[in-house]
């Protein structure tokens, strides 16, 4: 059985966001929702601080608290372990964002995209309003809309329920890697089947020690992250006492 | 009688003006979203919510008063069982409205029949709280037919106080089953829900019953020695409540972080305390306002503490979510949130006051 898991290099991050933007434009999130985020954290006390950068996203548990609690089964298990959502079943009772200890759900407060929606001319006598642009590029309600989402999914979910990463079902079942992946210019986010011993996603776990995300709360987690990046050095020393 | 008679045409236009808000409220949200709420997806769930909870276990308290007679055989508490019975409907009415209005879409609720998950607290609360109505329901037309001791009867007192007793337990657990949560602490937060809906309860009919016979002179004097007893009982059920509640502070403030125990945590123990020293004295039991102002403490501070619940557990932002926000959020109520509460309080009180008008709920078996 596949069981779908990626591994995220810190070394190799640089923190772009490229991720961010191609999860927004191969899902047509709205303002506001994001399938691949991040973490960012300054620690340490001035002088002497860093900053870690730790991109983020659906970590398509195993043992997944947003699906055993969603009270219609609309969050569930699908093929290769992936965490599905059906937006028909939905009932926007949001139990799954408050159940879920990585914080990536996301719930459609207003009808999506509601700037392509409007009327008015953006330059009165000059140019078209949103509206009309959607209309003669022919998207679906923004004129970047890409239809292939639609193929497991609805192309954009409805007001009222909630959404969240799907690993890019539609793009893995045509055998494609999801569109973080793929955007990645570092290579930082390697994809991998986990019950395949030589997959390149075993290979980097074997090799270097991972953590995993609130990994004492046993939703087994399935984003795997490896290394730190710190080109840095210091002089050698023990220390001292004073 | 007269004043009450006078009263009751201003009552009834400020009560269906409520409810005419609360359809208003319910078309806006349903057609616009609930970003007319002050949530966000940090604050998931706020003020109709903490209505919810508070109406629920509300009548979880006056179904479990209520089922005393039928299923424990304390007879002193029949000449209340039938205005207890239709209490308890009407306040989960109150209940439903709240949860309705804040779920993004009923459309699709259909699919907690069709595909129910045996595994989710939520789905359980729906099932058990859908089974009460029904079962209270059905009781209060069997006491209203004059059915007080039948075995259907009896049968039906039963499953509806289990169904009482578990649908709290399950709305403690939604919270409880959140790992994810640090403030709301497993298993013990079920049984303080339990807790909290007899004390709510209690005080509900206490209140209840004081004021119809402060505003009307109704509700029959024959009540007075079971509501005596409840006064008794009232007092042990705020003590009980006020050991728990520190209890849930201290677990807060020693076992998962400190700085969760605010100031507003302890804040609200006052409104258990006062009632409950009150309560403590035989002379304030026996007084009409002592036993009209403390149950009406209670309730607030009961209400508050679920607030507090609700959104101390949701303040901090998890993960990715932090970015951009403050480490703690604060929160007020929109006013779209308000009026959820104004729908949901003046459908329940219209019910009162007609079943109080109609109803005969002092009826009681010959
Ligand atoms: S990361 Fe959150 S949404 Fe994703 S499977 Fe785990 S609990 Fe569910
Ligand atoms: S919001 Fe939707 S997916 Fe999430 S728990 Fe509720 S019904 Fe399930």
């Known amino acids: 059985m596949t069981k779908w898991a990626m591994v995220i290099d810190h070394q190799k991050c640089v923190g772009c966001g490229a991720c961010i933007i191609s999860c927004k434009n191969e899902n047509n999130t709205p303002d506001g929702i994001y399938w691949s985020y991040k973490i960012t954290e300054t620690a340490g006390t001035f002088p002497n601080v860093r900053y870690h950068y730790t991109p983020t996203l659906c970590n398509h548990c195993d043992n997944a608290p947003c699906v055993r609690g969603c009270p219609t089964r609309a969050m569930h298990k699908a093929e290769g372990g992936i965490t599905m959502h059906d937006p028909d079943k939905c009932i926007g009772c949001k139990y799954c964002m408050f159940n879920c200890p990585f914080g990536v759900i996301y719930f459609n407060w207003r009808k999506p995209h509601p700037e392509w929606h409007k009327k008015e001319a953006l330059i009165e006598g000059c140019t078209t309003s949103p509206e009309e642009m959607v209309d003669i590029v022919g998207g679906k309600t923004i004129p970047y809309y890409n239809p292939e989402r639609e193929r497991t999914l609805d192309g954009i979910r409805p007001k009222g329920v909630v959404e969240k990463c799907t690993f890019c079902d539609h793009r893995i079942k045509k055998g494609l890697l999801p569109a973080c992946v793929e955007a990645c210019p570092a290579d930082a986010r390697i994809f991998g089947d986990l019950d395949n011993p030589s997959s390149v996603v075993n290979q980097l776990l074997g090799k270097y020690r991972a953590y995993r995300l609130n990994e004492h709360l046993g939703t087994q987690p399935k984003i795997y992250y490896i290394r730190s990046f710190n080109p840095g050095t210091y002089l050698q020393t023990k220390g001292e006492v004073s | ?366």
């Open chain 2, 1 to 366: 009688m007269n004043s009450a008679k006078k009263l009751f045409v201003p009552w009834m236009a400020v009560l269906l003006a409520g409810v005419g808000i609360g359809l208003f409220t319910a078309i806006v949200l349903l057609m616009k979203g609930h970003y007319l709420f002050n949530a966000n997806d940090v604050l998931i769930w706020t003020l109709p919510l903490g209505g919810y909870v508070f109406f629920a276990l509300t009548s979880t308290g006056l179904a479990l008063v209520a089922s005393l007679p039928s299923v424990f055989g304390l007879t002193q508490f029949e000449v209340l069982a039938k205005r207890l019975v239709f209490l308890a409907i009407s306040t989960l009415v109150a209940a439903f409205i709240c949860i309705g209005l804040e779920l993004g879409s009923l459309t699709h609720m259909i699919y907690i029949m069709l595909s129910p998950n045996l595994s989710s607290p939520i789905w359980y609360m729906g099932a058990l709280y859908s089974l009460e109505l029904l079962f209270l329901v059905i009781k209060l037309w069997q006491m209203h037919m004059g059915d007080w001791h039948s075995i259907a009867s009896r049968w039906l007192g039963s499953a509806s106080m289990l169904c009482g007793v578990f649908a709290a337990l399950m709305l403690g657990s939604v919270f409880g089953l959140t790992e994810a949560r640090p403030t709301y602490f497993g298993p013990f937060i079920a049984i303080f829900s339990l807790i909290i809906a007899m004390l709510s309860g209690i005080a509900a009919i206490i209140l209840y019953m004081n004021v119809c016979r402060w505003v009307s002179g109704a509700c029959s004097k024959q009540a007075d020695a079971a509501v005596n007893s409840l006064t008794r009982m009232f007092g042990f059920m705020l003590g009980l409540s006020l050991i728990f509640y520190v209890l849930k502070l201290a677990l807060a403030s020693a076992y998962t972080r400190p700085e969760f125990a605010t100031a507003i945590n302890f804040n609200l123990v006052l409104f258990l305390l006062i009632p409950y020293a009150m309560m403590l004295s035989k002379r304030l039991r026996q007084m009409a306002w002592a036993k009209t102002v403390a149950p009406a403490i209670t309730l607030v501070g009961i209400f508050a503490v679920h607030m507090q619940i609700l959104i101390g557990g949701q303040i901090r932002p998890v993960g990715p979510k932090a970015e951009g926000l403050p480490q703690v959020l604060s929160y007020f109520p929109s006013i779209w949130e308000i009026l959820v509460i104004v729908a949901a309080v003046s459908t329940m009180l219209l019910l009162y006051t007609l079943g109080e008008r109609w109803l005969k709920l002092d009826a009681a078996p010959e």
